[in-house]
């Protein structure tokens, strides 16, 4: 059985530290890092690991189960269930993933990071999801 | 009181050299309790800042062995608490120096990272090596017990900083037993505070060797004050418990340096603005009841957790009863 996925957040993030929970969760549920069934922690087993507020964990794990990923159950912490396949994104929608996808690209050159490293990141992703 | 001069000067050499240490007794990516780059250290501003506090700690020991010398054949009550002096200095020095790097250093990702796991927190099975030396004391009160008719009708309590005895009391169960009393408090004090301080923080390397040294910390009290309470019926053999007293915290500061000289040895991620003078922590928002220390080696108390203070306050009951109700 090999170690168990982690999640990261930064402190000093201008992004709340519910959504830096949501997001670093949903790649793990998306890439299949976490199956259904899998257990995850208890609210306040991971705010304690995160050295954050227990509503800022319950929050997120409340977002994702909104979104049809957790099952959350009271005081047994959450558990990830089967998501049925959403509709498609409406065009509004793809509009707005496309402007995040350039901003986050911008932010990456501005950074220094290649054009072909950005490329390979996107690709290596892409194969991520096909596989 | 001349007599004691050579040994306050002695004391405050040793303060000057434990706070030269402080810089070093973090891990790398704090540099006077404040996050920064792991190669901020060597940077001009960094250097700069250690050059200037290495001055001040030794102007800070020139200036208190001179005020020893000066003032200790004439204050003796002053002499007592002068060897604080590179304390008390070396401090001001670090807290000025932490502002310098406050403003200079650049800012840092404050990462924090947590494993998915469902595991529930156990303790490690070694833990139960805390209760042996419980074997100790009990030991000596049989000691005693067996034999109580060789005690003197005066029993020494106390020893000055020459080794010779200070206070004395007469023969009783209270006085002949009152050190053996003390060390199973003490080390019950310490044994809860141990469990208190594993399940109160964050899993992590630091936390396992923080339990060893506590671990050790209780082997050594058992040890010590076991002797204390056999000093009456070993009169001459003060040294038993006098080099284990010097020994044990200068090798607790080696193992200590070498654990947090150790690259691999992980350092958790607090925010800065939640650290008052470097050594105080409040945050509300962390559930944490002991968060490692950004000084120094172990774990400190999150002072904005209110369970965090019900457990200083039981904790320094408890200490204060043990002394009161014991005898001096």
């Known amino acids: 059985m090999g170690a168990p996925p982690k999640i990261r957040i930064d402190l ?5 530290a519910y959504r830096q929970i949501v997001d670093a969760l949903r790649v793990l549920l998306v ?87 950005i490329a390979s990141e996107l690709r290596s992703l892409m194969e991520g999801l096909n596989s | 009181m001349s007599n004691d001069l050579p040994t306050f000067l002695l004391i405050a050499a040793f303060m000057g050299a434990v706070m030269l240490l402080m810089p070093h007794l973090s891990p790398s990516r704090y540099f006077f309790a404040i996050t920064v780059t792991p190669n901020f250290r060597s940077t001009a501003a960094g250097r700069a800042s250690l050059r200037r506090y290495y001055a001040a700690v030794v102007c800070s020991v020139i200036i208190t062995a001179v005020l020893i010398v000066r003032l ?3 204050w003796p009550n002053l002499t007592l608490v002068l060897p604080l002096g590179p304390t008390i200095l070396g401090g001001l020095a670090f807290l000025w120096e932490r502002r310098q790097v406050a403003a200079q250093a650049p800012p840092v990702y404050a990462i924090r990272e947590a494993e998915l796991s469902t595991e529930d927190d156990h303790l490690p099975r070694w833990i139960a090596l805390m209760l042996l030396p419980f074997a100790f004391p009990l030991a000596a009160a049989q ?33 002949v037993y009152g050190p053996v009393l003390y060390a199973g408090g003490m080390m019950l004090i310490m044994i809860l505070l141990t469990l208190a301080m594993f399940y ?9 060797a923080v339990v060893k040294m506590m671990v050790a910390t209780i082997y050594f009290l058992a040890l010590l004050l076991s002797g204390v309470a056999l000093m009456p019926l070993m009169p001459n053999s003060s040294a038993l418990i006098w080099v284990p007293a010097v020994l044990f915290p200068v ?25 008052y003078l ?25 002072m904005g957790n209110r369970l965090g203070w019900l457990i200083m306050v039981g904790f320094l009951a408890a200490i204060a009863a043990l002394i009161f109700v014991l005898p001096q």
Not at chain 1, 66 to 94: N, Q, Y
Not at chain 2, 157 to 174: G, L, P, R
């Open chain 2, 143 to 175: 000691w005693l017990r067996a034999r109580w008719n060789e005690i003197p009708q005066r029993v020494p309590t106390h020893w000055d900083i020459h080794n010779q005895v200070d206070n004395w009391a007469d023969k009783s169960a209270h006085t």
């Open chain 2, 251 to 275: 090798v607790l500061l080696v193992w200590v340096y070498k654990v947090m000289s150790d690259p691999e040895m992980p350092a958790e991620t607090t925010p800065d603005e939640c650290w």
């Open chain 1, 31 to 117: 890439d299949g890092s976490l199956e259904p069934g899998s257990d995850l922690p208890s609210i306040r087993r991971l705010a304690m690991e995160l050295g954050i507020h227990f509503n800022t964990v319950g929050e997120a794990y409340r977002t994702l189960a909104e979104e049809g990923w957790l099952d959350l159950r009271h005081g047994r912490g959450a558990k990830v269930i089967a998501r049925g396949s959403p509709g498609t994104a409406s065009a509004e929608r793809l509009q707005d993933f496309r402007a995040q996808l350039r901003n986050l690209v911008a932010q990456m050159r501005a950074a220094g990071v290649p054009r072909t490293r």
């Open chain 2, 200 to 208: 109160g923080s964050r899993r992590g390397r630091q936390r396992t």
């Open chain 1, 12 to 16: 000093n993030s201008q992004v709340p």
């Open chain 2, 72 to 74: 200790g054949r004439g």
């Open chain 2, 278 to 302: 470097g050594n105080f922590y409040v945050n509300a928002q962390d559930p944490a009841i002991f968060v490692q220390k950004r000084v120094g080696f172990g774990y400190t108390i999150n």
